[in-house]
């Protein structure tokens, strides 16, 4: 059993930053990428950030130079801090890691977490 839980959404200014944070917890080998996904409303979920087991990263172009994907991997979490918001990153931001488990390797989403960016 693997759960990924998300925190740190909430309503803020245009301007503003949040910092989302994401810890994978459960029956886990090792995890390969670990990446930020969002969907606003009425819009398909789209990839915001992703970073990958040698840290490598990739970003959306409608957030790089504002956002920043980061992981510890001693604790299994991984980070979006989110300067510069705007009111278009408004929507549920959704974690997602590859796990290897021993069923191989496996992909997990977490609940999602609202951010909301006021104008």
């Known amino acids: 059993q693997v759960q990924l839980v998300e925190s740190g959404g909430g309503l803020v200014q245009a301007g503003g930053s949040l910092r989302l944070s994401c810890a994978v917890s459960?029956?886990?080998?090792?995890?390969?990428?670990m990446g930020w996904y969002r969907q606003g409303p009425g819009d398909q979920r789209e990839l915001v950030a992703v970073?990958?087991?040698?840290?490598?990263?990739n970003y959306a172009g409608s957030v790089k130079g504002r956002f920043t994907i980061s992981r510890d991997n001693a604790r299994n979490t991984v980070y979006l801090q989110m300067n510069s918001l705007k009111p278009e990153d408004t929507a549920v931001y959704y974690c997602?890691?590859?796990?290897?488990?021993?069923?191989?390797?496996?992909?997990?989403w977490g609940q999602g977490t609202q951010v909301t960016v006021s104008s």
């Open positions: 970073i990958n087991s040698d840290r490598s990263t």
């Open positions: 459960g029956s886990i080998f090792s995890i390969n990428a």
């Open positions: 997602n890691a590859g796990v290897i488990t021993g069923r191989g390797l496996v992909f997990y």
